[in-house]
T-cell receptor, first 122, second 112 residues
Framework: DSGVTQTPKHLITATGQRVTLRCSPR?????VYWYQQSLDQGLQFLIQ???????AKGNILERFSAQQFPDLHSELNLSSLELGDSALYFC?????????????????????FGPGTRLTVL | DQQVKQNSPSLSVQEGRISILNCDYT??????FLWYKKYPAEGPTFLIS?????DKNEDGRFTVFLNKSAKHLSLHIVPSQPGDSAVYFC???????????FGPGTRLSVLP
């Protein structure tokens, strides 16, 4: 158990709909990351938040948005869903979100992943 | 264009032998690398990392080697055990805490 929780575990919805995925980071972790894993694909980085603020953006579609709340949990909102949005969505958390002591403590930047939310768009 | 490549989608190894998983990257600004292991229906779990100031990092049965000039890293598992059967992802970033780029993964099967 990584300490990162994601809800729901499974989500089935129709095209055109909107869903919200929720993530609670490990206690003490300030950074939250969202990833998408489509069938037989690697993990595609979507977006990172650090202490409530957007820190980095990856290949996130305009139909998708995220936020991190004062209690540090995060939500990923997916709207106008398409068939191709069916995927596993992972949330990860880490202690830091900024450049730190390069090489001194490599594990300080370790990301802990939640179990994922499997989204199926029909 | 994939910045992190794992050219072997799958690998089978006999129990007790060495497993070598390879990863190549194209971005010369990458300076921090991680390996993650993923079992079915679970999230990836951190395995081992290495920063660009080192060329080797060891943790028990797992060793990661980094060849910066070749933009190549490898994960060695010795001895391999059936419980090591999983998908292994290589990931890289330019700076601590910033965007990680993941490779497509290599599925390792350790045969008893």
């Amino acid at each position: 158990d990584s300490g990162v929780t994601q809800t729901p575990k499974h989500l089935i919805t129709a095209t055109g709909q909107r869903v919200t995925l929720r993530c609670s980071p490990r206690s003490g972790d300030l950074s939250v990351y969202w990833y998408q894993q489509s069938l037989d694909q690697g993990l595609q980085f979507l977006i990172q938040y650090y202490n409530g603020e957007e820190r980095a953006k990856g290949n996130i579609l305009e139909r998708f948005s995220a936020q991190q709340f004062p209690d540090l949990h995060s939500e990923l909102n997916l709207s106008s869903l398409e068939l191709g949005d069916s995927a596993l969505y992972f949330c990860a958390s880490s202690v830091v979100g900024v450049s730190g002591d390069r090489g001194q403590n490599p594990r300080y930047n370790e990301q802990f992943f939640g179990p994922g939310t499997r989204l199926t768009v029909l | 264009d994939q910045q992190v490549k794992q050219n072997s989608p799958s690998l089978s190894v006999q129990e007790g032998r060495i497993s070598i998983l390879n990863c190549d990257y194209t971005n010369s600004m990458f300076d921090y690398f991680l390996w993650y292991k993923k079992y079915p229906a679970e999230g990836p779990t951190f395995l081992i990392s290495i920063s660009s100031i080192k060329d080797k990092n060891e943790d028990g049965r797992f060793t990661v080697f980094l060849n910066k000039s070749a933009k190549h890293l490898s994960l060695h598992i010795v001895p391999s055990q059936p419980g090591d059967s999983a998908v292994y992802f290589c990931a890289a970033s330019e700076a601590y805490g910033q965007n990680f780029v993941f490779g497509p993964g290599t599925r390792l099967s350790v045969l008893p």
